[in-house]
C-alpha cells in the first residue's frame, strides 16, 4: 500500500466560515424535511393499496435512494459546520466516495425504469398490465441496485491505489473524485480519462433511453385529439420528468466533461443541487403534481 495519508480534513466552504451558523441550520433544516418527505411517501405507498401499482412501487425506491444518497454527505458536512475536528479516515473517505457514486449511479438506473414504465403506460395502455407485471417491477428495481452498487467498484479502485503523501485537505464538502485526484502525488491521467469515460457511459446511455421514452410518449400525448385526454395523459409523467431534468441537468454538467476544466466552487455550486437539493425537491414534485399522490397523503396525515 502506497498511500501515506492516513486521513483527510474536510474543508467544506472555507470562504463562508462567518454563515457557517446560518448554513447548518438552513442545511439541517433541508436535510430533517428530505428524510422526512421521503419518509411520509413510502409509507404512504405502503399503507395504500390503491397506489400499490408499478409506478408508485418504483418511486417508493426512489424515495428510498433519496433518503440513503443524502444521508451519506449531509451529516458530515453539518459537522463542518460545528466540530473542531473535521477529519475522515482514507477508509471512510473511499466507503464515502464509493456509497454516494454506487447510490447516485442506481438513482440513473432507477430513472430510466421509471421512464420505461411510463412509456408503457402512455404508449402500449392495452398491454401495460401484462408486460408491467409486478414480477417485472421488481425485477427493474433490482437491476437498478445491483447495477448501481456495481458501476464504481473500478473508479473507486483506482483512486484507492493512488498516491497521497500529501497534502490531505479536501477543498470540498465530501470525498468526491475530483478533489481527491487533484491531492494525489501520483500521476492521475488515466484514472481520471477512465473515471470520465464510464461516468459519460453511465450518463449518456441511462439519459438517452430516458430521451427516447419520452419522445415516443409526447408524441403518442400530441395524437391525441382530447385536451381533456392529453392533460391527463401528460399528468401521469409530469413528475417524473420535471425531477429527470433537475437530476440529469446537473450532473451532466458535473461528470461528463474532463474534471481539470472545473473550478472546485463551481462543482461544489453543481454537487449542492444534486446532493442536497434535488433529494428534498422529489417529494415536493411528486406530492403536488401526482393528484392520486396528493390525496394518498391527505388521508395518511388526517389518519394520523
Known amino acids: 500500500n502506497q498511500t501515506f ?26 436535510y430533517v424535511f428530505t428524510v ?15 397506489l400499490q401499482i408499478p409506478m408508485f412501487y418504483l418511486l417508493n425506491h426512489l424515495s428510498a435512494m433519496e433518503i440513503w444518497y443524502t ?22 473517505c473511499m466507503t464515502q466516495l464509493y456509497l454516494f457514486s454506487s447510490l447516485g449511479a442506481s438513482e440513473c438506473y432507477l430513472l430510466t425504469a421509471m421512464a420505461y414504465d411510463r412509456y408503457l403506460a402512455i404508449c402500449n395502455p392495452l398491454h401495460y398490465s401484462s408486460k408491467m407485471t409486478n414480477t417485472t417491477s421488481h425485477q427493474l428495481a433490482s437491476v437498478a441496485w ?5 458501476s464504481p467498484i473500478l473508479p473507486v479502485a483506482l483512486i484507492c491505489k493512488l498516491v497521497f503523501c500529501g497534502p490531505n485537505q479536501v477543498n ?80 451532466t454538467a458535473m461528470y461528463m466533461q474532463p474534471m481539470s476544466k472545473f473550478s472546485l466552487d463551481i462543482n461544489k455550486a453543481l454537487s449542492l443541487l444534486y446532493t442536497v437539493v434535488t433529494p428534498m425537491l422529489n417529494p415536493i414534485i411528486y406530492s403536488l403534481r401526482n393528484k392520486e399522490m396528493k390525496e ?3 388521508k395518511l396525515f388526517k389518519r394520523i
Do not use: W
Not at 36 to 50: A, M, P, Q, S
Open 146 to 150: 445491483i447495477g448501481g452498487f456495481i
Open 71 to 92: 444521508s451519506v454527505i449531509v451529516p458530515k458536512m453539518l459537522s463542518t459546520f460545528v466540530a473542531n475536528s473535521r477529519a475522515i479516515s482514507f477508509k471512510n
Open 36 to 50: 422526512t418527505g421521503n419518509i411520509i411517501i413510502f409509507i404512504t405507498v405502503l399503507t395504500n393499496y390503491k
Open 172 to 251: 470540498y464538502f465530501y470525498c468526491d473524485a475530483q478533489p481527491l485526484l487533484k491531492l494525489s502525488c501520483s500521476s492521475t491521467r488515466f484514472t481520471e480519462a477512465a473515471i470520465s469515460m464510464l461516468a459519460t457511459g453511465l450518463i449518456f446511455s441511462s439519459f438517452l433511453l430516458t430521451v427516447l421514452s419520452y419522445i415516443f410518449i409526447i408524441s403518442t400525448i400530441l395524437r391525441i385529439s382530447s385536451a381533456i385526454g392529453r392533460k391527463k395523459a401528460f399528468s401521469t409523467c409530469a413528475s417524473h420528468l420535471t425531477v429527470v431534468m433537475i437530476y440529469y441537468g446537473t450532473i
Open 296 to 298: 394518498s397523503v391527505k
Open 5 to 30: 495519508v492516513t486521513e483527510f480534513i474536510i474543508l467544506g466552504f472555507p470562504s463562508l466560515k462567518k454563515l457557517y451558523p446560518f448554513l447548518f441550520l438552513l442545511f439541517l433544516f433541508i
